[in-house]
Antibody, heavy 117, light 107 residues
C-alpha cells in the first residue's frame, strides 16, 4: 500500500522560499503523476501542480511564476519550492498521488506551513 | 479556471437518512468528476472517481451520478463515520479545481 510522508519547515518568513519534500513508500514512482495540493480556510483546496517521473510538470497558472517541482526517482522523493511567500501562502500542504483520470488516491498527512516574521 | 460550486454548504441529518450533495461546474466537464471525504485533522480520502466509480474500500452506500455540469453524491443511509466534509473535484481542464465543501453532521 502506497504511503506518502511530507516534510518541511512549519514556519517561513515573508519573501523567503517554502521548500517541502515528500517520500513515497510502498510503490514505485513510475506511471503516476505526483502532486501538491494546499488547503486553507480562505481558499479551500487548491491544486498547486504535478510532476511526472520524467520531470514533465504542470503548474497552477495562479502560482506558476513562483513554483518549481522536481523529482528524485532514485530515492522515491519529490519536491515543492514556492518562492517569495506571503501570508496568503499559509496553508496545510499535502503531497499526493494522482491516478487516471486525475483522481487523487493517496495523500500525505499534510504539513502546516505558516508564513510569518 | 473551472469553478465548482457545491450545495448545500452544510447539512445535518439523522442516522439512516438518505443524503445528497450537488456539485455544479461552470462549464461542461464530461466524466471528469471526483468526490472526496475529509475528517478534521486528516487528509481527504477518495470516495468516487469518474462521476460514479466507487474507489477501493469506499462503502457501497456512497454513489455518484450526473453529467455535463451537474453532479450528485448520495449517501443511501447515513452512518456516524460519514460525518465530515465532502469535496468535489473536476479533472477535465487544468488546473484541477475543487468545490468549497459540504459539511455533514449527524443530528
Amino acid at each position: 500500500q502506497v504511503q506518502l510522508q511530507d516534510s518541511g519547515p512549519g514556519l517561513v518568513k515573508p519573501s523567503e522560499t517554502l521548500s517541502l519534500s515528500c517520500t513515497v513508500s510502498g510503490a514505485s514512482l513510475g506511471n503516476y503523476y505526483w502532486i501538491w495540493i494546499r488547503q486553507s480556510a480562505e481558499k479551500g483546496l487548491e491544486w498547486i501542480g504535478r510532476i511526472y517521473t520524467t520531470g514533465s510538470s504542470d503548474y497552477n497558472p495562479s502560482l506558476k511564476s513562483r513554483v518549481t517541482m522536481s523529482v528524485d526517482t532514485s530515492n522515491k522523493r519529490f519536491f515543492l519550492s514556492l518562492t517569495s511567500v506571503t501570508a496568503a501562502d499559509t496553508a496545510v500542504y499535502f503531497c499526493a498521488r494522482e491516478v487516471g483520470p486525475g483522481a487523487v488516491d493517496a495523500w500525505g498527512q499534510g504539513t502546516l506551513v505558516t508564513v510569518s516574521s | 479556471d473551472v469553478q465548482m460550486t457545491q450545495s448545500p454548504s452544510s447539512l445535518s441529518a439523522s442516522i439512516g437518512d438518505r443524503v445528497t450533495i450537488t456539485c455544479r461546474a461552470s462549464q461542461p466537464i464530461g466524466g471528469f468528476l471526483n468526490w472526496y471525504h475529509q475528517k478534521p485533522g486528516e487528509a481527504p480520502k477518495l470516495l468516487i472517481y469518474a462521476v460514479s466509480d466507487l474507489h477501493g474500500a469506499a462503502p457501497s452506500r456512497f454513489s455518484g451520478s450526473g453529467s455535463g455540469t451537474v453532479f450528485t453524491l448520495a449517501i443511501s443511509s447515513l452512518q456516524f463515520e460519514d460525518v465530515g466534509t465532502y469535496f468535489c473535484e473536476q479533472t477535465k481542464t487544468l488546473p484541477w479545481t475543487f468545490g468549497h465543501g459540504t459539511k455533514v453532521e449527524v443530528k
